[in-house]
């Protein structure tokens, strides 16, 4: 096993982090939902030659997809665990995640009348919650077979996509727990819609990158490659995760004096996509996300400035790019803190009182 860092007691600002880390991926989700699957091609050809720079490009209301739907459910399925902790009373950590994912179901207007009916919570009466965002197949086929997937009974077991990993994040925010936990914790959940091994470990390494980050307090590559390194020791280790990440951190270090390009097509001759992928994958989406935000760290001028940065990086590519933008964007909130979100976009984003409240309790729940 890879040694894990010690982390103990939250940082003194872990409150920005908890907030910067989701409000950071609604904000990329927003601005790859834009875009949904278009080809790099599409993009310059409605946005020109730079591609998709801004929020400010929309031509209505700015929107966030399933991505950020999914995590503030993750959120409040761990707020109910906190609540039953504060009480005294264990629960099922796996088992209040599969409710609060049915929960969501329910909104997307899917009744599986063979699971258990969850008893309603606030967030479920939010109607910004129950607009359809093109969630993931999986995710839907997954939570529709009215049972609770698990490790030993998997469902989707070719499932790859990256529905499980775009909801991880907020696991990575548990402090007063090892990283081993949160990982443990983070693949068990994605074991709920998705049964194939990528997307679990997937899962699992994000959350193990965000945890680094948010309370252990490391540097983003420091962090990126414990990641890399935990992925690497799991049992049965998928090689194409590994693969992956290693590409992109290895590209990632290659000089990129033009880094405030959006799109970065010339990487060895090739384009990001090529050697990446597109971010449909689970470990696709994962290594795009860590490209972007490692390949623009050193160019960038301020917290902000990085964000823009890696996120215009982030979505102009063919394929997922509110997946991947929403991963990217999570990072380095958890990384920054709120002095990574861009004030503008802020002022542009849906139900930002939504998100600060949940991410909120979750801080009084964890922090006090």
Known sequence: MTSQPAFNAPPTDFASRVQG????????????????????????????????????????????????????????GLLEVLEWANEGVGADINACQWLAYLRWLKTQGVLVESAPEPLARWIDSQSVLHHQRHPAKACLTGLGTGAMGTVFRPVNTESKDC?????????????????????????????LTHGHPIA?????????????????????????????????????????????LDTALTLSTL?????????????CGTSLTDVLGQGNLAEEALAIA?????????????????????????VNHDGASEATASIAGSILGAFYGEDALPPAWLTLSEAPQLIRQLGSQFIRLTAG
Request: charged share 15%.
């Open 21 to 76: 880390t989701l409000m950071g991926g609604a904000l990329g989700d927003s601005l790859g939902y834009l875009l949904t699957h278009d080809s790099l091609a599409t993009i310059k050809n409605k946005y020109g030659p730079a591609g998709l720079l801004d929020l400010s490009a929309a031509n209505a209301p700015v929107h966030f997809s399933h991505c950020t739907q999914m995590t503030l459910y993750t959120v409040d």
């Open 163 to 191: 529905g499980a990993l775009v909801r991880s994040a907020p696991y990575g925010l548990l402090p007063n727990i090892p990283t081993e936990t949160v990982y443990k914790i983070s693949s068990d959940a994605a074991s």
């Open 200 to 244: 679990r470990q997937s899962a699992g390494t994000l959350s193990w990158l965000i945890h680094a980050l948010a309370v252990g307090g490391m540097g983003l590559r420091e962090a990126a490659e414990s990641a890399r390194n935990r992925a690497a020791v799991e049992p049965s280790a998928d090689p194409d995760l590994l693969a992956r």
């Open 255 to 267: 000089d990129r004096s033009d880094s405030s390009r959006s799109a970065p097509e010339p990487l």
């Open 290 to 314: 860590i490209f972007s935000v490692l390949a623009t760290a050193n160019a960038a001028s301020s917290p902000i400035d990085h964000f823009l940065q890696a996120v215009r990086i982030a």
